[in-house]
């Protein structure tokens, strides 16, 4: 059993691919130096910068406009994105696509990880 284990593993880490890592490398890269921009850029003059976002968006307050900007947040919203993953995943992996099946979580793990710093 430990053997099968053990096997396995080295299966999966076999089929994530050098370019999936290389790509999360340069994706944390771009985070870093996204955040360090944000801090100079924003942190400096927060109240300038949300007072100019709020009345840009204050000129779009129509009902209709709201109820479908409600409809595609949806699709961006956990209550969908996480069933969609597991799915897709399951999917994947049914249809013997397991390399793509593991970067289909590892992008899911990232992008939930990313999504929780960033509103912090």
Known sequence: MEKA?????RELIGEIEIKTLL????FVIAIFIFAYLAHE??????TSFDSKAFNFFATFNDPRFITVNRFFTFFGSTY???????????????????SDAINVAI??????????????
């Not at 790509?23 to 340069?26: A, D």
């Not at 850029?41 to 927060?46: A, D, I, L, Q, T």
């Not at 992008?107 to 912090?120: D, Q």
């Open 5 to 9: 284990r053990k096997s396995f593993i």
């Open 23 to 26: 790509v999360s490398l340069f």
């Open 41 to 46: 850029v924003v942190g400096r003059n927060e």
């Open 80 to 98: 969908f994105i996480f069933p969609a993953y597991i799915i897709l995943i399951i999917i994947l992996v049914l249809i013997h696509r397991r």
């Open 107 to 120: 992008i899911a793990v990232t992008s939930t990880l990313l999504m929780l710093a960033f509103k912090v």
